[in-house]
């Protein structure tokens, strides 16, 4: 990503924060009337609030990971809180608008008691709803990793794969709030499965591989009788892809970059490629995705299964004829209602669907990205059986 893009991004995002924590200050603190001093309080509470949250971004690659984490457990948490406050104002305002049209539509006379009385009565519940929601999120993220059983129907799927396991690992975001203990019970679950095939599809890690790389040792635990495989997803070009590339080797994890592989098993077989992010081609000259040459020369009388971070490769995907794609990106949302802003980028947000002759399953997520919470789309750890239709 180019300098000056870096920087109307920047610029985007300082806007749109500013203008939320603006709108918060607005509804929950100077129109509920506070009395001194926990108004002014509050109000420089804001402040602070917003002003942490762009510098931390700046600096905390700076910082030791040592101290970089608490901190963004507090900055990440109130983020996610932020958006939620947000989110439940927006309807509360629209309901306090469609009351001040009635009045003035009947003749009734302002009342300026009345008014505070309804502001700070919506703000008592949006605050109210809010802090529950964050309070579940954040129990949503540290309760054990739940693993997900989904069965894949497949047509022509030779008899030897049937009952095929695959471990899909995806989005798990290792990086300020997320750390080597979530990767160590991640294996031993994982392990305990006893998958045919592990498929981690991208945005493994928020760091580059000096800061985290000790983090992730334990992938090299993974255990699956037809090995452990990769692919890039858009954070880690962020992260330094290229660096991360080499060191996922080194722990045993293949990674597949615009390739396949022959998978064998009882004298059958079927073909597992792997594309790059489309983000890639925007931050390393050799990167993007290319499932031509990926499947360039296969026999097309083989089943194929692809590996690739977003959904919306699957349309290409169904054109090529894979069978089943495996993607993450989504989150499922992660908060509510990103789940219903998701689909004007990617066409599911989550579960197993199907275009045309080919099926897509997208995960949830395993891990979380920004704020340590899910309200709605809880994070999953899939085990995708594969079963004949």
């Given amino acids: 990503m180019s300098v000056s893009r870096m920087l109307v991004f920047l610029g985007l995002v300082l806007s749109v924060s500013a203008g939320i924590h603006y709108y918060l200050w607005a509804r929950l ?17 804001v402040v602070a609030l917003a002003l942490a949250l762009p510098l931390f971004l700046l600096v905390s690659r ?16 109130w983020l996610g809180l932020m958006f939620l406050l947000f989110a439940l104002l ?15 539509l009947a003749g009734t006379p302002a009342d300026p008691a009345r008014r505070q009385f309804l502001a700070r009565l919506f703000g008592g519940i949006v605050g109210a709803g809010a802090l529950g929601a964050a309070g579940y999120g954040i129990w949503s993220v540290l309760r054990p990793i739940a693993v997900k059983p989904v069965k894949v129907p497949l047509a022509n799927l030779p008899d030897p794969f049937a009952g095929f396991v695959i471990a899909q690992i995806t989005d798990v975001h290792v990086g300020p709030t997320i750390g080597r203990s979530f990767i160590e019970e991640l294996v031993a679950k994982t392990n305990a499965m006893e998958p045919d095939l592990v498929a981690i599809t991208g945005d493994l890690v928020d760091g580059t591989v000096e800061r985290l790389g000790p983090l992730l040792e334990p992938l090299s635990r993974l255990k699956a009788r037809h090995g452990v495989y990769f692919v890039t997803g858009n954070h880690e070009y962020f992260s330094g892809a290229a660096d991360w590339v080499q060191h996922l080797a080194t722990l045993g994890v293949r990674v597949l970059r615009n390739e396949r592989v022959s998978i064998e098993r009882d004298g059958a077989a079927l073909d597992l490629a792997g594309v790059d992010d489309p983000t890639g081609g925007n931050f390393l000259p050799d990167h993007g995705p290319d499932l031509a040459g990926a499947l360039a020369g296969r026999d097309p009388a083989r089943l194929l299964l692809l590996l690739a971070h977003q959904p919306r490769q699957v349309h290409e995907a169904a054109d090529h004829g894979v069978a089943l794609q495996l993607s993450g990106h989504t989150h499922g949302g992660q908060i509510f209602p990103f789940n219903f802003l998701v689909p004007l980028q990617q066409p599911f947000v989550a579960g197993l669907h199907r275009v045309r002759d080919t099926a897509i399953y997208v995960s949830r997520g395993t891990g979380y990205w920004g704020p340590p919470m899910r309200v709605g789309a809880p994070a999953e750890l899939t085990r995708l059986e594969l079963v004949r239709a």
């Fill in 62 to 77: 700076a910082l030791p990971r040592e101290v970089a984490s608490p901190i963004s457990w507090v900055v990440y948490t």
């Fill in 29 to 45: 603190v100077r129109d509920i009337g506070w009395p001194p001093p926990y108004g002014r309080v509050l109000g420089w509470g």
């Fill in 90 to 104: 927006v309807p509360a305002d629209l309901v306090r608008g469609l009351a001040w049209l009635i009045e003035r």
